[in-house]
Structure formats: C-alpha cells, structure tokens
Nanobody, 122 residues
C-alpha cells in the first residue's frame, strides 16, 4: 500500500510558477513509476507527466512540455512538479499517482492522492 499526499497548490497569476509536492508513505516508493494528472473544470482527468523509478526517464503531455518539470527524490519519498509560465488553462485539481508501469493511462496507476487545487488567473 502507498499513501499519497499532494501539497503546494494555490492561486497564481498567469506567467507565474508553482511547485507541487507529493509525499508518499508506505512501502517501496522507489519501485513505483510516479505520475501527475489534472482535472480542469468541466473536463476529464488527463495525464500531465510521469517519471520512472530511477528518475532517468520522464514523459510529458504536449501542452506542458518546456514549462513543467517532474522529478523525484527517493530518499525523501517525494515527487515534484515544477510548473513555470503558468497559463489560465492550467487551472485544475492536480493529482499524483503511483503505478508499476510508465504510462499515460490512468488505469495503469494503482494509488492516487486526494489532489491539490491550482488556479491561474489571467
């Protein structure tokens, strides 16, 4: 079992930055692929980014490439999402998730956090 708790969300102006954190408790955090997803108002939840267990490989949805960076610190059982040049369309609840395979599909992830709200004002 892995428990995930996100933090770092908030209100920011367009062009600003936020760093989200996801703290994991439980067993074998370093064995899991970690992902970030988001669900905007009236939208389906979508993949944002993922990082493999070692941190060596990252994947991003096209809309955040060059602006967001996912990273992890296995010694701290934490995964991060650095978000720069934020846009109003980035407004969403952001969720972290843990799974066994590097994937963009939600169904590949076994554990989910409760989410943290990010609001970007224009």
């Amino acid at each position: 079992q892995v428990q995930l708790v996100e933090s770092g969300g908030g209100l920011v102006q367009a062009g600003g930055s936020l760093r989200l954190s996801c703290a994991a408790s439980g067993r074998s955090f370093s064995r899991y692929v970690m992902g970030w997803f988001r669900q905007g108002p009236g939208k389906e939840r979508e993949f944002v980014a993922s990082v493999t267990w070692s941190g060596a490989m990252t994947t991003y949805v096209d809309s955040v490439k060059g602006r967001f960076t996912i990273s992890r610190d296995n010694s701290q059982n934490t995964v991060y999402l650095q978000m720069n040049s934020l846009k109003p369309e980035d407004t969403a609840i952001y969720y972290c998730a843990a799974g066994s395979f590097a994937a963009m599909r939600q169904g590949e992830y076994d554990y989910w956090g409760q989410g943290t709200q990010v609001t970007v004002s224009s």
